[in-house]
């Protein structure tokens, strides 16, 4: 198993774990911090897959989502 599947898989399996962990038990305190952890590994996952190729503007918009989702969610999960 190559470096890169094995981080792909793991990297699945953590947004799968944390998403299914975060929206059943939602109410509590680390239910909301496993969404945040899921929002950074779907990110993680996004930019590894498919930012080698991509264009100055794709990056661009790539950080700028990144960065409004992440604060929303971290507003969400620590300041809601």
Do not use: C, H, N
């Not at 190559?2 to 699945?12: A, D, E, N, P, Q």
């Not at 790539?62 to 809601?80: I, N």
């Amino acid at each position: 198993m190559k470096t890169w599947s094995f981080r792909l898989i793991y990297r699945i399996v953590l947004i799968i774990f944390a998403l299914f962990y975060g929206i059943s038990a939602y109410p509590g305190g680390w239910s909301r911090f496993a969404l945040l952890v899921a929002v950074i590994a779907i990110f993680m996952t996004i930019e590894d897959l498919f930012m080698k190729e991509a264009e100055k503007k794709q990056r661009t918009i790539f950080v700028v989502l990144f960065a409004l989702v992440f604060f929303v969610t971290f507003f969400f999960v620590f300041l809601a």
